[in-house]
């Protein structure tokens, strides 16, 4: 996890509460998935078979 993203964590978590706890993990989660799919099809795009990242 990056130091941008436990940062916007915290001022999510430490702010308050628009949104709960919750959502802000499930979008945290969601956003880590997402770039690794963004990962592995920019890689497979480009011919590397071996993807073991």
């Known amino acids: 996890m990056s130091s ?17 706890i919750d959502h802000v993990v499930h979008w945290a989660n969601w ?8 990962r592995i099809s920019y890689y497979r795009r480009r011919g590397h078979h071996d993807l073991s990242l």
């Open 31 to 38: 956003r880590r998935t997402s770039q690794t799919r963004a």
């Open 4 to 20: 941008n993203e436990v940062r916007r964590l915290w001022n999510r978590i430490a702010a308050p509460l628009t949104r709960t």
